[in-house]
């Protein structure tokens, strides 16, 4: 079975769009560089207590186009097209232009005004430890299948996307370990599937309810596994994924 990297995906800001990159150094026990490494968090008290923004109560966000430029932490956003917002987010000033424009872009929030912030640490993760996601193309068809409409990949909001095993083969890579290009990776458990799916990536309508379709045509709410990195090193797109042996 030939297994091949497809794409690679950031999503340098938590609930909004992310952006493909064609190669990633990646490290031990961390995320995709710069993935996740910044939200908007509701709530003036400390971050750990805020709740953050996410496509379940902030659908308009999937309407902004979001691009990153790593190497000088600089956020450009746009809409239709055309740029609303840019600032240099590692910085208090680059953090206060975003803070305004999502002030005014998701006014009337029965949450309160959002404000723009920076992980404490690698990236807000949803877990205790730190994972990349990937889903299996193949399975995505599947479910279009089931669903009998198009369903984009983009909706699961993976960081690797592979081709290559047959639908739903990618869920008995649990506890295995995959290698691709350098790097050394563990499949820790399945993806389950949340409302956020839901959500058109191009219209930021509620379109498609994934998280029923998934049960009522498998018995399940999952759609992608979730890998650690267990050795670092460098990725790209377009590489081979070696399924390794137990």
């Known amino acids: 079975m030939d297994v091949k990297l497809e794409r690679i995906l950031r999503y340098p800001v938590k609930g909004l769009p992310g952006e493909s990159v064609e190669t990633a150094t990646l490290e031990a026990r961390k995320p995709l560089p710069d993935d996740r490494r910044y939200a908007l968090a509701y709530g003036s008290g400390p971050l750990r207590d805020a709740q953050l923004a996410g496509l379940n109560s902030d ?35 680059g953090q206060s232009v975003m803070s305004q424009f999502f002030a005014a872009y998701l006014k009337d929030n029965p949450r309160g005004t959002p404000r723009f912030v920076e992980a404490p640490e690698v990236g807000f993760s949803d877990w205790d430890e730190h994972f990349l996601h990937l889903i299996n193309l193949a399975t995505v068809t599947d479910l279009e299948r089931v669903a009998r409409t198009t369903v984009d990949p983009r909706r699961f909001r993976a960081n690797l996307w592979v081709s290559g095993p047959p639908a739903w083969g990618e869920m008995d890579w649990v506890g295995r370990r995959l290698q691709i290009g350098e790097v050394l990776l563990e499949v820790a458990d399945k993806t389950e599937r949340c409302a956020a799916t839901s959500v058109n990536p191009d219209t930021a309508e509620s379109d498609l309810n994934v998280p029923r379709t998934l049960r009522a045509g498998y018995g399940h709410l999952d759609m992608g596994i979730y890998v650690r990195v267990l050795a670092g090193g460098a990725i790209k797109a377009g590489d081979a994924v070696e399924v390794l042996p137990l």
């Open 59 to 93: 659908k308009r966000l999937g309407l902004l186009g979001l691009g990153y430029e790593a190497e000088t932490s600089t956020l450009t956003l746009s809409r239709d097209g055309k740029k609303v917002a840019r600032g240099q987010v590692d910085q208090p000033v």
